[in-house]
């Protein structure tokens, strides 16, 4: 049974003015974990995380992969919407990861996530843990973490990346820089397929929530790695992913970083076993 990782983070976002500081130290530790734990694992950091990069990366790791095998994608950087092209979403809006080209206005939707994962064999497990913020009415900027060095959320605005003259009206004709989410269900249900699909993802949907770029003794990484690679620590071997959740949460949300941790899967892959 052959266990496989990618771990994807960005910093560098040129051309929008909103960088990060955490997402590469986050895929460095992810990455180091994942290989103590027996995956053999790719990174792609900053420029080399382009959007054709990480489609490649990610559709390599899932179609190869046979019953029993164990795939985990991780990625830190920003989250955002997209105008939906299909008319699948009842806001009009797409779940995004932000590649590096974003400016050129690459984004990796969760339509386009969930064809990919489409390609999984019966018995492969697919793994996505995202350190990004995948929610929240669209803001310049979240109210400061007094304890972190740097604090930024992890959203990137449409209007930050977006043409402006394809934003979307209001009522008064004004083209909208920030756009309410109104969506009731979470967009990542149409990301994970039944059977062996989970996501971990550092916050929850809906307005005004985020998962946070912070800083720790100096280093900065991501409010959510930190502390799920925290809580790893303590988990014991038979720990499954419903543990490894609940025990992050014993860390966050917190005073200094206002961030709930989402579990999606069904209940059967809630229960596999944590990282094997």
């Not at 771990?7 to 560098?12: F, P, R, V």
């Not at 543990?243 to 961030?259: E, F, G």
Request: a negative charge; proline letters at 7%; one cysteine or more.
């Amino acid at each position: 049974m052959a266990k496989t990782a990618v771990c994807i983070g960005i910093n560098d976002y040129p051309g929008t003015q909103h960088d990060l500081t955490g997402c590469v130290n986050d895929a460095k530790d992810w990455a180091a974990v994942l290989q103590g734990r027996g995956f053999n694992v790719s990174m792609l950091l900053d420029a080399q995380a382009t959007k054709i990069s990480m489609v490649n990366a990610i559709d390599k790791l899932v179609s190869s992969a046979q019953s029993g095998d164990t795939v985990t994608i991780t990625f830190s950087g920003h989250g955002t919407y997209a105008p939906d092209r299909n008319g699948d979403e009842p806001d009009g809006l797409d779940e995004a990861l932000c590649p590096y080209d974003i400016d050129k206005g690459n984004v990796l939707i969760d339509d386009e996530i969930h064809q990919l994962f489409l390609k999984r064999k019966p018995g492969v497990k697919v793994i996505l843990i995202s350190d990004s913020c995948h929610s929240g009415t669209v803001l310049k900027d979240a109210p400061a973490d007094p304890d972190a060095d740097a604090p930024r959320v992890r959203f990137l605005p449409l209007e930050a990346w977006y043409p402006k003259d394809l934003l979307p009206r209001g009522f008064d004709g004004a083209r909208l820089e920030e756009v309410a989410i109104t969506k009731a269900p979470s967009p990542w249900h149409g990301v994970i397929t039944t059977g062996g699909d989970l996501l971990m993802a550092g916050c929850e949907e809906g307005p005004n929530k985020f998962s946070y770029d912070a800083s720790f003794a100096g280093k900065p990484n991501g409010a959510f790695t930190y502390y799920a690679l925290k809580a790893l620590k303590n988990l014991g071997p038979a720990a499954t992913y419903l543990d490894w959740h609940k025990a992050i949460r014993s860390y966050l949300p917190s005073a200094n970083y206002p961030q709930k941790p989402q579990l999606m899967a069904a209940k059967s892959a809630t229960l596999f076993k944590v990282l094997q």
